[in-house]
T-cell receptor, first 117, second 109 residues
Framework: GAVVSQHPSRVICKSGTSVKIECRSL??????MFWYRQFPKKSLMLMATSNEGSKATYEQGVEKDKFLINHASLTLSTLTVTSAHPEDSSFYIC?????????????FGPGTRLTVL | EDKVVQSPLSLVVHEGDTVTLNCSYE??????LLWYKQEKKAPTFLFMLTSSGIEKKSGRLSSILDKKELFSILNITATQTGDSAIYLCVPSNDYKLSFGAGTTVTVRA
C-alpha cells in the first residue's frame, strides 16, 4: 500500500530558529502533497497544497513567508517553519496523492510534533 | 461553504458491540468520500467510496455511500479495544479534502 514518511517525528526548538520537516512518498510518486496542521482535539486544517516543480498554493490565513514549502521531486516535499514562535507549536501532518492510482485518496504521513520553547 | 457533519461525536461501547457512525456532507464538486481512522498519530486510510449503494468491506469494517442523500455510514462489528480511535469522514472534491470533527469511539474491555 501507499506509504508516506515524515521526518523528524518530534522536534523541540528555541524561539526564533527555523525547523525543516520532510515528507516522503516511499512507494509511489506524488505530484501533489498537502501540509496540514492539527491542534489538540481539533480536526486537520489544510495549510497548503504542494505541487512538484511549482509554487505551493497556500490556504487563506497561512503566511507563505513563514511556512516555506518546497516540492523538488516526485517523492519529497519539505515544510520549513521559519523564525518559529511558541504559537507555531503544533502537530504537522503531510499527505500525498498517488496520481497514478486515483485522484482523490490522500495517504498521510505519521506527523511531526513541533514544540517551540 | 463545504460542510461535514459526523454523528455521534463520541460513543463508548463494550467489546463485541456493533457501532454505526454517520456522516452527512455538502461539498462542491464532490468526487469521493474517504474514511480514515486516527489514533495517536496521523490518519490511516480505511475506505474510498465513489458510487452509491455499493458496500465496501474490510474485515469487521464496512461502509456505504448514498450520493443522493449526501450521506455515508461506517459500521464496525464485533468491536475490539484496538478499534478505539477517532473516525474521520472526509469528502473529496477535485483537489481538496473536507474534514468533519470526527467520531471518537471508545471500546471498553
Amino acid at each position: 500500500g501507499a506509504v508516506v514518511s515524515q521526518h523528524p517525528s518530534r522536534v523541540i526548538c528555541k524561539s526564533g530558529t527555523s525547523v525543516k520537516i520532510e515528507c516522503r512518498s516511499l512507494d509511489f510518486q506524488a505530484t501533489t502533497m498537502f501540509w496540514y496542521r492539527q491542534f489538540p482535539k481539533k480536526s486537520l486544517m489544510l495549510m497548503a497544497t504542494s505541487n512538484e516543480g511549482s509554487k505551493a498554493t497556500y490556504e487563506q490565513g497561512v503566511e507563505k513567508d513563514k511556512f516555506l514549502i518546497n516540492h523538488a521531486s516526485l517523492t519529497l516535499s519539505t515544510l520549513t517553519v521559519t523564525s518559529a514562535h511558541p504559537e507555531d507549536s503544533s502537530f504537522y501532518i503531510c499527505s500525498a496523492r498517488d496520481h497514478l492510482a486515483d485522484m482523490y485518496t490522500q495517504y498521510f504521513g505519521p506527523g511531526t510534533r513541533l514544540t517551540v520553547l | 461553504e463545504d460542510k461535514v457533519v459526523q454523528s455521534p461525536l463520541s460513543l463508548v461501547v463494550h467489546e463485541g458491540d456493533t457501532v454505526t457512525l454517520n456522516c452527512s456532507y455538502e461539498v462542491t464538486n464532490f468526487r469521493s468520500l474517504l474514511w480514515y481512522k486516527q489514533e495517536k498519530k496521523a490518519p490511516t486510510f480505511l475506505f474510498m467510496l465513489t458510487s452509491s449503494g455499493i458496500e465496501k468491506k474490510s474485515g469487521r469494517l464496512s461502509s456505504i455511500l448514498d450520493k443522493k442523500e449526501l450521506f455515508s455510514i461506517l459500521n464496525i462489528t464485533a468491536t475490539q479495544t484496538g478499534d478505539s480511535a477517532i473516525y474521520l469522514c472526509v469528502p473529496s472534491n477535485d483537489y481538496k479534502l473536507s474534514f468533519g470533527a470526527g467520531t471518537t469511539v471508545t471500546v471498553r474491555a
